[in-house]
């Protein structure tokens, strides 16, 4: 469950960035570059989402186990960073998140 709402919240829509801006996607879809300004505008909505749900102090998105949820999740935090969609500052509890996950041993190997 919280694989799926992490991939339709965040990823879906930090891709949708990705999808319709960069060239490499050109000749594999009618690119709208609009489209994605307006989700690029979305991005930091979708990180509060994800901040007020895990302000309740677990340790990472499913629980106190890191999860696929975590890994899509982080990976949308990297795409974003590259397509200029980062993170919010003033979400606390998602940095701390993504602090923690990125220490996880699976995310540097």
């Known amino acids: 469950?919280?694989?799926?709402?992490?991939?339709?919240e965040i990823f879906g829509t930090i891709g949708s960035i990705a999808q319709h801006s960069d060239p490499m996607f050109a000749e594999r879809l009618v690119q709208f570059p609009a489209f994605a300004e307006?989700?690029?505008e979305a991005v930091p909505a979708k990180w509060a989402?994800?901040?007020r749900e895990i302000a309740d102090g677990r340790p990472f998105i499913a629980g106190?186990?890191?999860?696929v949820a975590d890994i899509?999740?982080?990976v949308a935090a990297w795409l974003g960073a590259f397509f200029g969609a980062d993170i919010p500052d003033?979400?606390?509890?998602?940095h701390h998140w993504l602090d923690r996950v990125q220490k996880c041993p699976s995310w540097n190997a």
């Not at 469950?1 to 339709?8: C, D, F, L, Y």
């Not at 003033?90 to 998602?94: E, G, I, K």
């Open 64 to 67: 106190d186990q890191y999860s």
């Open 49 to 51: 989402w994800l901040d």
């Open 72 to 74: 899509t999740a982080a």
């Open 90 to 94: 003033a979400l606390v509890n998602v």
């Open 38 to 40: 307006t989700q690029r």
């Open 1 to 8: 469950m919280w694989n799926r709402r992490a991939e339709i």
